[in-house]
């Protein structure tokens, strides 16, 4: 039978008292099988650890459709278990709480109910590709904001209508990559772009300029629709949350954004805030392609009960941040200089990681299930961020392909390629799918770079590739003369407390750990950080007594600081480069508008 003839599943998502923060669910379905078991997943696409949302579940219960109720029992942290006949119709009820608000997370108060279906939503064993209609129970003035169709319209049709209660999801997959907003207060953008209708959807934006975001959105809509030839889609949206954080997560045909209201508030291009709402902006869209349609075939299909490790995530995130901010320079809303401040920026960020010397950016990726920020296991010593260095080695592989192609080719190409060997044809990508890209593109083997910067933890070759697009790197001590501890501390209910201690610093060979509290210095009490740098200032580098509290004990040690060992850096075109350098530099840095 045709999938679109198959029965739907119904789900129904609904509230009594939403500043109780707690979702009501329900979920009928036919039972394929006797003692039908239903699951929720322990993690999300997009974020790359277990969350086990079923610790949020509470209240679960069956019955028969219209009849009796029936057993069920929970058989593992995140599986329950149905004691009910094949062909039983049932009704299985729970309630989520949702007291979280982030890109990824849950949220439900008296202003707004916000979701992601993979925190929340059950699958029913053995029927993950059925069609599912989910019905939202919301206030009549409330509106409603997600990717899915509402069933109030003809299937394919471009919605005009922001209220309706029952949308229709092609499976459980897609019902839970598709972030839905209800509310009375949100505020929407829409323009046509590509053949595609585009809505910004703001909410608690208040106070907020969200009309001056319109235009620089399109043109970056513009620009990436163009490199890969058009948009994938009729309808997209991006769901905005005006709140205290920058964070973003990437859908089919949407994504969910969490922006910082004090960055936002009074903000002008050029400010902090406008470019950083730019550049999580132009990132997410990027997903569109890479990530949500170029796939890892490890991901291909996800299991959600489990970790999936890839080596390809640096490519998933470096290479759209890469994209994020090239989109601001390629659609003109970002000079050159911004654009190589923002990836001096960057490098620094790196070089100033000792990881980087001992993990390498493919290891990075595959080990992204451990970075619990829960459990710390000396981060800040011993991860980088494949992020943060996926960019950087995205940034120097396209130089290293203009170079080796003499500017014909770059990283562009292997987008397109990769785009239709495995976007357009939706077939996941091997994990050394991007290297063979690569190598099509450049026409021989780059087995070596890949080798050593990428699965290996060489120095990156920044000066030979940015020489050979006339750009020059200018190193400057940032500190110098001043001194330096190694020590990141935070202030904690009225106490100095150590945060993290860089190896082989001052810090470190005084004895210093995570969780110390700093008591004093010499013979002063140390009321905060500021504090604590006057302090040292006065003292010079002369060794000093400094009193710490750790496990309910006063200890002393001492404490030599040392000459601040960190860099600025500075990119800037070379006044000295050959005509071949300036025309690459030119066709690397160029803008479409």
């Known amino acids: 039978m045709a999938e679109s003839k198959r029965e739907a599943l119904r789900y129904r998502i609904g509230w009594t008292r939403p500043n109780d923060h707690l979702f009501d669910i329900r979920i009928e379905f036919t039972a394929g099988r006797r003692n039908p078991e239903l699951s929720l997943p322990v993690w999300r696409p997009g974020r790359y650890l277990r969350q086990n949302y079923a610790a949020n ?11 009796p109720a029936l057993p069920m029992d929970k058989t593992e942290p995140s599986r329950w278990r149905v004691q009910a006949a094949r062909g039983d ?6 309630r989520f709480y949702a007291g979280v608000l982030d890109a990824g997370s849950s949220f439900l108060d008296e202003s707004e109910a916000y979701f992601n279906g993979s925190n929340l939503f059950m699958m029913v064993a053995l029927q993950r590709q059925r069609p599912i209609d989910m019905e939202i129970v919301h206030p009549a003035v409330w509106k409603v904001e997600t990717q899915l169709e509402s069933t109030d319209e003809p299937p394919g049709a471009v919605r005009r209508r922001a209220r309706g209660t029952t949308w229709r999801a092609r499976d459980f997959d897609h ?16 323009f046509e772009e590509s053949g595609a209708t585009i809505r910004l959807v703001f909410q608690s934006a208040e106070g907020i300029d969200t009309e001056q975001y319109v235009e620089p959105v399109r043109r970056m809509v513009r620009f990436q629709a163009a490199l890969f030839g058009g948009l994938p889609l009729r309808d997209y949206r991006f769901l905005y949350h005006v709140g205290d954080r920058w964070h973003g997560v990437e859908h089919e045909d949407s994504s969910s954004i969490m922006l910082r209201r004090d960055q936002l508030e009074g903000a002008r291009p050029g400010d902090e805030g406008y470019d950083h709402f730019l550049a999580i902006t132009a990132h997410e869209f990027f997903h569109l392609w890479n990530v949500k349609r170029i796939v890892p075939l490890k991901f291909t299909p996800y299991d959600y009960s489990a970790e999936t490790p890839s080596r390809l995530l640096w490519a998933m ?26 990836l001096a920026g960057e490098i620094q960020t790196l070089e100033s990681a000792p990881g980087r010397e001992f993990l390498s950016l493919a290891q990075a990726s595959f080990d992204g299930w451990l970075q619990d920020p829960a459990q710390m296991h000396d981060k800040s010593n011993a991860w980088i961020s494949f992020y943060n260095k996926g960019e950087i080695v995205s940034a120097l592989l396209d130089l290293e392909i203009r170079r080796q192609t003499r500017g014909r ?28 890209a690569v190598a099509k593109v450049v026409g021989k083997t780059v087995r070596r770079f890949f080798e050593r910067f990428i699965e290996g933890v060489q120095p990156l070759p920044y000066d030979e ?21 190694g020590v ?49 200032k006065n003292n010079g580098f002369k060794p000093v007594p400094i009193l710490l509290a750790r496990n309910r004990e006063i200890i002393q040690r001492e404490i ?17 480069a050959t005509p071949a350098e300036e025309r690459r530099r030119r066709e690397w840095l160029e803008t479409d508008e």
Not at 413 to 430: A, I, S
Request: no cysteine; aromatic share 6%.
């Open 317 to 342: 995130e470096g290479i759209t941040s890469y994209y994020g901010e090239r989109t601001l320079l390629r659609a003109g809303l970002w000079t050159m200089e911004r654009y190589l401040r923002h």
């Open 409 to 436: 080719r770059s990283l562009d190409d292997v987008m397109r390629l990769l785009w239709q060997d495995y976007g357009r044809k939706r077939r996941g990508m091997p994990e050394d799918g991007i290297e063979r």
């Open 465 to 485: 590739l940015l020489r050979s697009a006339g750009i020059e790197m200018v190193w400057k001590r940032r500190r110098a003369g001043e001194f330096w501890l």
């Open 560 to 576: 030599a600081p040392a000459e601040d060992p960190s860099f600025s850096l500075e990119l800037r075109p070379r006044g000295k």
């Open 488 to 536: 990141i501390a935070e202030r904690r209910e009225g106490r100095l407390v150590v945060e993290s201690v860089v190896a082989g610093s001052p810090a470190s060979a005084a004895g210093l750990r995570p969780n110390d509290e700093i008591i004093a210095v010499g013979q002063r009490r140390i009321a905060s950080k500021n504090h604590l740098d006057r302090v040292l």
């Open 175 to 190: 019902l839970i990559d598709s972030p839905t907003i209800a509310s009375p207060s949100l505020i929407t953008h829409a």
């Open 89 to 94: 119709r049932i009704v299985v009820e729970y």
């Open 57 to 67: 579940v509470r209240q679960w219960r069956a019955r028969i459709a219209g009849g």
